[in-house]
């Protein structure tokens, strides 16, 4: 079992910045990506990063492409993900996930999810 415990989020305003963290226990599957997704109210769960434990393998999804970072941790076995320039339209529950494969979609653990919301 992979425990994901996030930290960060909460409101920040448009242009502004946001910083979320995720740390991993448990079983880990140090060799397929951990990253981030998001689901808005009344959309479908959306990738947004992911980054492979050796840090040397980072993936984006064309919504933050540019504006944002993701870095790991392997002392803490934690990742952080730095988005920059938020929009409104940034506003969702992110959550952090653990692939079960070498694709940084196919995430088979979630942790709770943290709100971000972003005010124009």
């Known amino acids: 079992q992979v425990q994901l415990v996030e930290s960060g989020g909460g409101l920040v305003q448009a242009g502004g910045s946001l910083r979320l963290s995720c740390a991993a226990s448990?079983?880990?599957?140090?060799?397929?990506?951990m990253g981030w997704f998001r689901q808005a109210p009344g959309k479908e769960r959306e990738f947004v990063a992911a980054?492979?434990?050796?840090?040397?393998?980072?993936y984006f999804g064309d919504s933050v492409k540019g504006r944002s970072t993701i870095s790991v941790d392997n002392a803490k076995r934690a990742i952080t993900l730095q988005m920059n320039s938020l929009k409104p339209e940034d506003t969702a529950v992110y959550y952090c996930?653990?692939?079960?494969?070498?694709?940084?979609?196919?995430?088979?653990?979630w942790g709770q999810g943290t709100q971000v919301t972003v005010s124009s």
């Open positions: 996930a653990a692939a079960i494969t070498d694709d940084q979609r196919n995430a088979g653990y």
């Open positions: 448990g079983r880990t599957f140090s060799r397929f990506p």
């Open positions: 980054i492979s434990w050796s840090g040397t393998r980072t």
